[in-house]
C-alpha cells in the first residue's frame, strides 16, 4: 500500500512557476513507476508526465513538453513536478499516481493522491 500526499499548488500568473510535490510513504515507492495527472472542469483527467521506477525515463504530453520537468527521490520517497512558463489552459487539479499500468491506450494508476489546485491566471 502507498500513501499519497500532493503539495505546492496554488495560484500564479501566466509565465510563473510552480513547483508541484508529491510525498510517499510505503516501502514500494522506489519499485513503481509515477506520474502527474490533471483534470480541469468539465475535461477528462489526462496524463501529464510520467517517469519510471528509476528515473531514468520520462514522458510528457504534447502540451507540457519543454514546460513541465518530471523527477523523483526515492530516498525521500518523493516526486517533483516542476512547471514553468505556465499558462491558463495548465489550470486543473493535479494528481500523483504511483504504480502505473496501461489500460489500452490510457494510464492509470493504483494509488493516488487527493490532488493540489493549480489556477494560472491570464
Known amino acids: 500500500q502507498v500513501h499519497l500526499v500532493e503539495s505546492g499548488g496554488g495560484l500564479v500568473q501566466a509565465g510563473g512557476s510552480l513547483r508541484l510535490s508529491c510525498a510517499a510513504s510505503?516501502?514500494?515507492?522506489?519499485?513503481?513507476?509515477m506520474g502527474w495527472f490533471r483534470q480541469a472542469p468539465g475535461k477528462e483527467r489526462e496524463l501529464v508526465a510520467r517517469i519510471s521506477w528509476s528515473g531514468d525515463s520520462t514522458d510528457y504530453a504534447d502540451s507540457v513538453k519543454g514546460r513541465f520537468t518530471i523527477s523523483r527521490d526515492n530516498a525521500e520517497n518523493t516526486a517533483y513536478l516542476q512547471m514553468n512558463n505556465l499558462k491558463p489552459e495548465d489550470t486543473a487539479v493535479y494528481y500523483c499516481?504511483?504504480?502505473?499500468?496501461?489500460?489500452?491506450?490510457?494510464?492509470?494508476?493504483?494509488?493516488w493522491g487527493q490532488g493540489t489546485q493549480v489556477t494560472v491566471s491570464s
Open positions: 510505503g516501502h514500494m515507492f522506489s519499485s513503481y513507476a
Open positions: 499516481a504511483a504504480r502505473l499500468r496501461k489500460i489500452g491506450l490510457q494510464f492509470t494508476g493504483d494509488y
